[in-house]
T-cell receptor, first 116, second 113 residues
Framework: DAGVIQSPRHEVTEMGQEVTLRCKPI?????LFWYRQTMMRGLELLIY????????DSGMPEDRFSAKMPNASFSTLKIQPSEPRDSAVYFC??????????????FGEGSRLTVL | QKEVEQNSGPLSVPEGAIASLNCTYS??????FFWYRQYSGKSPELIMF????GDKEDGRFTAQLNKASQYVSLLIRDSQPSDSATYLC?????????????FGKGTHLIIQP
């Protein structure tokens, strides 16, 4: 079975440009998480969905960030306009039944974003 | 702000020795605790989870939990060079539900051949 698929793997863009990151979760998983990882702040939860519905977006840093999950097999994270401080690796992860008991998050390979 | 603290390292351990990784957390109500391993340039993967006080063993790995001290640890016995990675401690928040995990920044472990 395919794992979590993210695209693009690498993105280099200039400040002010719009960035869209994409994620396809594992088929049958009902939770989808977007995390951001930097050296300074580690792995931070941005937003998560349950059955395509956003549950908690308190980790989204500001209004420049938005996320959608139009169906069970696709999610996007959009940054508009992008800034150099948004440079990070963005991970999408999915799970079956949430993380409370087993903590089994299946991560994609990540999208490395560089904003110049 | 719920926090998970880890020593960033690097922690250098000779091959065959025991590696001890530690983690403290601020949310006293947390019930579930996890250790993830992340190789350089790769994504995190789950190693173990624990939610009862005491020890839990899985092969060469032992997770230890002390809720009174808000302390979690991971022991790796007979360390191998392939264990060299960053180890992330993660905590599920209290209050029930299925919220996302809060991760520590990780401890970079180096196993010296």
């Amino acid at each position: 079975d395919a794992g979590v698929i993210q695209s693009p793997r690498h993105e280099v863009t200039e400040m002010g440009q719009e960035v869209t990151l994409r994620c396809k979760p594992i088929s049958g998983h009902d939770y989808l998480f977007w995390y951001r990882q930097t050296m300074m702040r580690g792995l931070e939860l941005l937003i998560y969905f349950n059955n395509n519905v956003p549950i908690d977006d308190s980790g989204m840093p500001e209004d420049r960030f938005s996320a959608k999950m139009p169906n069970a097999s696709f999610s996007t994270l959009k940054i508009q306009p992008s800034e150099p401080r948004d440079s990070a690796v963005y991970f999408c992860a999915s799970s079956l039944g949430g993380t409370l008991r087993t903590g089994e998050l299946f991560f994609g390979e990540g999208s490395r974003l560089t904003v110049l | 702000q719920k926090e998970v603290e880890q020593n960033s390292g690097p922690l250098s351990v000779p091959e065959g020795a025991i590696a001890s990784l530690n983690c403290t957390y601020s949310d006293r109500g947390s019930q579930s605790f996890f250790w993830y391993r992340q190789y350089s340039g790769k994504s995190p993967e789950l190693i173990m989870f624990i939610y009862s006080n005491g020890d839990k063993e899985d092969g060469r790995f032992t997770a230890q939990l002390n809720k009174a001290s808000q302390y979690v640890s991971l022991l790796i016995r007979d360390s191998q060079p392939s264990d060299s990675a960053t180890y992330l401690c993660a905590v599920a928040p209290s209050g029930g539900g299925a919220d996302g995990l809060t991760f520590g920044k990780g401890t970079h472990l180096i196993i010296q051949p």
